[in-house]
């Protein structure tokens, strides 16, 4: 700070002000830099296992299948083979489980409708919650925009199943003219945002920087037993 500034009425506070706004942008950059980086690094290390484990444990199953072709009478090693089976079956379904959560192949080879829509089902059927969904599965969603919705209804879901004690979850995804929209709403125990003793949890607040910095806005609408709704609007490009 200039010493010079702090003697003008208002020069030490505005200058005060202005290397607070410098140090916000600098600090919101790095913060949407770490995040594009986070999910490069996602990208590639699911590729890598896909295709270099996934080709591993696809060889394994060969040649685990020309030992059985091979043992016929033997009980003992046909038992202990398809053991064997059964582990390299629950090794190649750990590995697709990762890959996807690391970065859906859906998200990348069928767009963000088919993405949410496998999710969510999946999601739902785990926690044993009712599903609403209504999605435009012809929307076309930039590839940037896409993985930010994909990642805060990912957040969004995870904070049902932890907190919410929800029995029904309904989200939206609409497309119109000018924004991009998705909507979560959950009928659980809600939350109470006036309490001063409510925080964004790190995760939400990771969501709405990735909203912001597309030029969005997400919100969050809650009251004790009545349920909690997170909106996203992104503006389309």
């Given at each position: 700070?200039?010493?010079?500034?702090?003697?003008?009425?208002?020069?030490?506070?505005?200058?005060?002000?202005?290397?607070?706004?410098?140090?916000?942008?600098?600090?919101?950059?790095?913060?949407?830099?770490?995040?594009?980086?986070?999910?490069?690094?996602?990208?590639?290390l699911a590729r890598t296992l896909h295709d270099e484990l996934g080709g591993l444990l696809t060889a394994a199953?060969?040649?685990?299948?020309?030992?059985?072709?091979?043992?016929?009478?033997?009980?003992?090693?046909?038992?202990?083979?398809?053991?064997?089976?059964?582990?390299?079956?629950?090794?190649?379904?750990?590995?697709?489980?990762?890959?996807?959560?690391?970065?859906?192949?859906?998200?990348?080879?069928?767009?963000?409708?088919?993405?949410?829509?496998?999710?969510?089902?999946?999601?739902?059927?785990?926690?044993?919650?009712?599903?609403?969904?209504?999605?435009?599965?012809?929307?076309?969603?930039?590839?940037?925009?896409?993985?930010?919705?994909?990642?805060?209804?990912?957040?969004?879901?995870?904070?049902?199943?932890?907190?919410?004690?929800?029995?029904?979850?309904?989200?939206?995804?609409?497309?119109?003219?000018?924004?991009?929209?998705?909507?979560?709403?959950?009928?659980?125990?809600?939350?109470?945002?006036?309490?001063?003793?409510?925080?964004?949890?790190?995760?939400?607040?990771?969501?709405?920087?990735?909203?912001?910095?597309?030029?969005?806005?997400?919100?969050?609408?809650?009251?004790?037993?009545?349920?909690?709704?997170?909106?996203?609007?992104?503006?389309?490009?």
């Amino acid at each position: 700070m200039n010493p010079d500034t702090l003697g003008r009425p208002g020069g030490g506070a505005e200058e005060f002000e202005r290397l607070v706004e410098s140090r916000t942008r600098e600090l919101s950059a790095l913060s949407t830099h770490l995040q594009e980086f986070a999910e490069k690094e996602k990208s590639e290390l699911a590729r890598t296992l896909h295709d270099e484990l996934g080709g591993l444990l696809t060889a394994a199953k060969m040649d685990l299948s020309w030992l059985q072709s091979r043992i016929a009478g033997q009980p003992e090693l046909e038992q202990r083979l398809q053991q064997l089976g059964s582990a390299l079956d629950e090794a190649m379904d750990v590995k697709r489980r990762v890959v996807e959560e690391l970065r859906p192949s859906l998200l990348d080879h069928f767009g963000l409708p088919a993405a949410l829509r496998a999710h969510l089902e999946s999601f739902c059927g785990k926690a044993g919650l009712a599903a609403e969904l209504v999605v435009d599965d012809e929307a076309l969603v930039p590839k940037d925009v896409a993985i930010t919705l994909f990642r805060v209804a990912q957040e969004a879901l995870t904070n049902v199943r932890l907190h919410a004690s929800a029995h029904c979850v309904r989200l939206t995804l609409t497309v119109d003219a000018a924004r991009y929209l998705l909507e979560i709403v959950d009928d659980g125990c809600g939350i109470d945002l006036t309490d001063p003793e409510f925080r964004w949890s790190q995760g939400l607040t990771g969501a709405r920087h990735r909203v912001r910095a597309l030029g969005g806005e997400l919100t969050l609408e809650s009251a004790p037993r009545r349920g909690t709704t997170l909106g996203v609007q992104l503006p389309r490009r």
